[in-house]
Structure formats: C-alpha cells, structure tokens
C-alpha cells in the first residue's frame, strides 16, 4: 500500500519537551501533510511539505522530508499539555491521476503531554 | 476561523436502513470530499466532488453510497443500505483549491453506528 506510516504508535513526554514523530512512506509523492486529530473530534491540518522541499517551519512546528528515504519528521518544540493529541501522516501521490489530490493517511502517533 | 460543520455528529441506524449524513463546507470552497475512520483503522478517502459531480471514487465507494450537492451549501453522503461494516466516524472535507497542493478543512466527524 501507499499509505504512510508513522513512528512511534504511542509518544508519552513531560511539558516543554521536544516531541518527533516519523512518518514513512513507499511511492512517489506530490506533496505529505500532517493533521491532527483530539479525541472525538475532526482532522485539522497542521502543514504541508511540497516533495521538492525538504524542511518547512510553522510556529513551534518543524517538518523534514526525505524523499530518498522515504520519510519525514514532524517536530513540535517546547510541547505543551494542550498539544496532546493524534497526529496523522498523509501523503499525496505523484501523477496519480487524481486532479484532487486524494490523500492517503497513516495509521497516526497518540501523543500525550503530561504538564 | 472557518469551519466545515457536519449534522448529526452521531446516528445510530439499524442495518438495512438509509442513512443521509450532512455536511456544510466552508462557503467559498469549491473541492468537497468525504472520508471515514473505523475504529482504530486509518483514515480511508471515499470520494472528491467538483463542480456538481464526482471526481474521484475509492473502492469503498459502491454503488450503496452516493453524493449530493443538493442547495449550493450543503453536501450530503447517502448510504443506501446500511451494514454492519459500515459503522465509522465520516468525515467531510472542503478546499478552496483543487489539487494536490492544498490542505484540506475537515468537519468535526458524524459518528454512524449500525445495529
């Protein structure tokens, strides 16, 4: 499958820790987008990492991608009680075909900030 | 800040019945789409829809769902036939812009079970 996959399933860390996600993925993409995702509620889109990029900032949000590898990184720095939460991968593949851009997600990484 | 709405956020419907979740997308977002989570799987793309019809349809999609713009404001998923199966969080989506390179807004989930 072309879906990405992200590590570790379960992220457990102390407020004002950094946390790193990971996210990997097997086909040619377009583009790869994190969301997130509290408990009970909708998907938010967090950032977008276009696949001739290979590092984007937005506030305390870090995204990496390695297209040799596969993979990415998303960083958030000095976490917060308020950033425990489920974060999903989601990749959008090169020349699919699809004008819309229909996005393949991850099975995501539960991540729980203690204050 | 914008946000897509969805009605109800939880239906419980008997298999065999019809079920019509709703959907209002941000007002000037032309790109709508629906997906559904089953319970500790991945986030699976149903459908995209532009212009009136549909873009793009995933396998999921058969021919017991279908999709409707019926007013210019809303966005409905009809279910035809429920199963068992199909018991999920569904999610609508909407974007300003079309393809691949855009993030998607996504509505807070219209929980179906099915008994």
């Known amino acids: 499958s072309q879906q990405g996959e992200e590590d570790p399933q379960a992220l457990s860390i102390q407020e004002g820790e950094n946390a790193t996600m990971n996210c990997s993925y097997k086909t040619s993409i377009n583009n790869l987008q994190w969301y997130r995702q509290n408990s009970g509620r909708g998907l938010v889109h967090l950032i977008l990492?276009?696949?001739?990029?290979r590092e984007k900032h937005s506030g305390r949000l870090r995204v990496t991608l390695d297209t040799s590898k596969k993979s990415s990184s998303l960083l958030i720095t000095a976490s917060r009680a308020a950033d425990t939460a489920s974060y999903f991968c989601?990749?959008?593949?090169?020349?699919?075909?699809?004008?819309?851009?229909?996005?393949?997600f991850g099975r995501g990484t539960q991540l729980t900030v203690w204050p | 800040e914008p946000e897509v709405t969805q009605t109800p956020s939880h239906q419980v419907t008997q298999m065999g019945q019809e079920v019509i979740l709703r959907c209002v997308p941000i007002s000037n977002h032309l790109y709508f789409y629906w997906y559904r989570q089953i319970l500790g799987q991945k986030v699976e793309f149903l459908v995209s829809f532009y212009n009136n019809e549909i873009s793009e349809k995933s396998e999921i999609f058969d021919d017991q769902f279908s999709v409707e713009r019926p007013d210019g404001s809303n966005f409905t998923l009809k279910i035809r036939s429920t199963k068992l199966e199909d018991s999920a969080m569904y999610f609508c989506a909407s974007s300003e812009y079309g393809g691949p390179n855009y993030g998607y807004t996504f509505g807070s989930g219209t929980r179906l079970t099915v008994v």
């Open positions: 990492i276009r696949s001739n990029e």
């Open positions: 989601a990749t959008v593949l090169r020349d699919r075909g699809s004008t819309l851009g229909r996005l393949y």
